[in-house]
């Protein structure tokens, strides 16, 4: 039997402000924003050292449609250092980023899959050119 490793997140939220509890803590404010890098970056560590087959991120990436360059590029980094292994990342839209806030954003390195927002669609994930699985998304 042909297994098939992924790992699966949502609601990263990158570079929230977390505006609620900064208020109530501003001395947190910073280390909190950056807890969220360190999140999604363990994800990754993760992804590498398991050597899984496709990173599932379903939704919720960034915490508004207007995010910062910042935030995009470490998540691009992240995304980069999987497709520099040949593993592919899926992305499916959240409230928190609507489809329409993708139209402006940076390229994303090969392998990556964002999906339209509009529709359901599928894709391959493979491994010596055989489909292990369909990724479905909207």
């Given at each position: 039997m042909t297994t098939f490793r992924f790992i699966h997140c949502s609601d990263l939220h990158i570079d929230s402000p977390f505006k609620g509890l900064?208020?109530?803590?501003?001395?947190?404010?910073?280390?909190?924003?950056?807890?969220?890098?360190?999140?999604?970056?363990?994800?990754?560590?993760?992804?590498?050292?398991?050597?899984?087959?496709?990173?599932?991120?379903?939704?919720?990436?960034?915490?508004?449609a207007d995010r910062s360059l910042q935030a995009q590029l470490k998540f691009r980094r992240g995304l980069l250092e999987l497709s520099q292994v040949g593993i592919p990342s899926f992305i499916a839209h959240g409230n928190h980023d609507p489809s329409n806030s993708w139209a402006h954003t940076l390229e994303w390195p090969e392998g990556t899959t964002i999906f339209p927002g509009n529709k359901v669609e599928r894709f391959p994930v493979t491994r010596d050119g055989k489909t292990l699985a369909w990724i479905y998304g909207i």
């Open positions: 900064a208020s109530q803590v501003p001395s947190l404010t910073g280390r909190l924003r950056e807890s969220t890098f360190q999140a999604f970056y363990k994800i990754v560590k993760l992804a590498l050292e398991e050597k899984v087959d496709a990173v599932l991120i379903a939704g919720d990436i960034f915490d508004g």
